[in-house]
């Protein structure tokens, strides 16, 4: 799924982003509303893994969807 497809369905996805990073919270969730950037963002935080790895971490998971 294109990135501009996730950021339209946001609310209905946020299950799929918490099934694969559980360690996101829902205020994360809010904050993050759909912007690529800001996801790769709050997965570096809290799983404490570098830039590339979430970006990476990140298509894969939308290239599921």
Same mark, same amino acid.
């Given at each position: 799924?294109?990135? /501009?497809?996730?950021?339209?369905? &946001?609310?209905?996805?946020?299950?799929?982003?918490?099934?694969? &990073?559980?360690?996101?919270?829902? /205020?994360?969730?809010?904050?993050?509303?759909?912007?690529?950037?800001?996801?790769?963002?709050?997965?570096?935080?809290?799983?404490?893994?570098?830039?590339?790895?979430?970006?990476?971490?990140?298509?894969? &998971?939308?290239?599921?969807?």
């Amino acid at each position: 799924m294109n990135w /501009d497809r996730i950021t339209g369905n &946001w609310k209905q996805v946020t299950g799929k982003v918490k099934e694969q &990073w559980g360690k996101l919270t829902d /205020d994360d969730l809010t904050v993050i509303n759909g912007q690529q950037d800001q996801l790769v963002g709050r997965i570096q935080e809290r799983y404490a893994i570098a830039k590339d790895e979430a970006e990476r971490q990140v298509k894969e &998971w939308a290239d599921r969807l």
